[in-house]
Every structure is written in C-alpha cells, then in structure tokens.
T-cell receptor
Framework: DAKTTQPPSMDCAEGRAANLPCNHS???????VYWYRQIHSQGPQYIIH???NNETNEMASLIITEDRKSSTLILPHATLRDTAVYYC????????????FGEGTQLTVNP | EPEVTQTPSHQVTQMGQEVILRCVPI?????FYWYRQILGQKVEFLVS????????KSEIFDDQFSVERPDGSNFTLKIRSTKLEDSAMYFC???????????FGPGTRLLVL
C-alpha cells in the first residue's frame, strides 16, 4: 500500500472549516484514498473515501488533486466533537484488504 | 444503524492465561478483521477472515493467536498464553463486500498483569 504523510497536529476554531491535508505521492491507479477518525480510544470511524473525483457526504468533503498525489479532508463547520485523530489511508478497493494506519493528524477544535 | 459489537469492554488477566475476545459483526457482512492498538501507538492489523478461513495475517499474529467464527454470528480472537505486551485495545471490524468500507467495533481493552 502507498505510504501517506500527514501533519502530526492541527488546531481549528469551532464553527470554522477544518482542512486536513494528506500526501500520497506513490499512490497507484487502483488505490483509493480513505479517511477515518478515532475519537479518544474509540474504534476508528469511517468518514469518506474517493478514487479521483471529489466526494462529499454528510460528514465531510474530500478533495483529491488531479495527479492524485495529495488530498484534503474538509470538515465544513468543525465542532468540539470533531476533536480526534484523523487518518488518511490509501488502499486498493479489492479483495477486502487490510487498512494500514499511520500516525494520523490530531485535530483539536477549540471553543 | 447496525453496529459491530464487542465483549467484554474491559478484561484484566494474568500473564500466561488464555483470553477470548468476542465480536458480533454486522449481519450479512462477509469479511472480518482484528486490529490492535497498544496505548499511545498506531492501530495495527492482526488478521482478516473470509469464507471461514484466514485470508491475511500480520507478523504479530503468531501461534499464540487464533480466530474462529463458531456459529455464523460471533467472531472470536483467542490469545492462548497472554504476555505483558499483549496489553492493548483490540478492535474488530467487518466489511460487507470487498469493495466497501470497514466498520469498527468499540474495542476491548485488555490488560495483562
């Protein structure tokens, strides 16, 4: 699986958009970009995933660059409950393969 | 909304004892996983299970570990003889089809004394 690079920590003001970057320069053509988050020691929670088009759901938006070497997760109106570690994971969407977690980004939403 | 459930939420055991961690995946899911997270460290993959057999395992998943789906609903992780370094959060996950996304349970916190 391609390696991802994320900043170790970010801060965001409550109500503002949180933009979390991820670099995945070695991504290959059949690999998707997944985002999960982990609130304290709870189980990782799926947020969103995409291949090359931008995606949006009720939780977030995912912007993938045209060359697919990087992406940004956007939480449009961050709340205190969005404070968590956010993981960007690259994985082929075949054969039920494992998720390989990195260190992620600790997002702290401040009041 | 269906959820993956895990029991117990916490378990304390003595070194050398056997433990069984239990998971009930989401109904009609086909792929099952165990991950662990040692305190302060990354979430690590242990094993995946599909069609009643292990499909992939990591180097962590040695002979002390085994998995089973005994009755079509539960998915268990057994550690035969626990070591201090097995202390961690253990997460179960399930997946409906290969092209979908994995859903995680709340975890079991295992403490080996």
């Amino acid at each position: 699986d391609a390696k991802t690079t994320q900043p170790p920590s970010m801060d965001c003001a409550e109500g503002r958009a949180a933009n979390l970057p991820c670099n995945h320069s070695t991504i290959s053509g059949n690999e998707y970009v997944y985002w999960y988050r982990q609130i304290h020691s709870q189980g990782p929670q799926y947020i969103i995933h995409g291949l090359k088009n931008n995606e949006t759901n009720e939780m977030a938006s995912l912007i993938i660059t045209e060359d697919r070497k990087s992406s940004t997760l956007i939480l449009p109106h961050a709340t205190l409950r969005d404070t968590a570690v956010y993981y960007c994971i690259v994985r082929p969407q075949t054969s039920g393969s494992r998720l390989t977690f990195g260190e992620g980004t600790q997002l702290t939403v401040n009041p | 909304e269906p959820e993956v459930t895990q029991t117990p939420s916490h378990q304390v055991t003595q070194m050398g004892q056997e433990v069984i961690l239990r998971c009930v995946p989401i109904s009609n899911h086909l792929y099952f996983y165990w991950y662990r997270q040692i305190l302060g460290q990354k979430v690590e993959f242990l094993v995946s299970f599909y069609n009643n057999e292990i499909s992939e395992k990591s180097e962590i998943f040695d002979d002390q570990f085994s998995v089973e789906r005994p009755d079509g609903s539960n998915f268990t992780l057994k550690i035969r003889s626990t070591k201090l370094e097995d202390s961690a959060m253990y997460f179960c996950a399930s997946l409906p089809r290969a092209q979908e996304t994995q859903y995680f349970g709340p975890g079991t916190r295992l403490l080996v004394l």
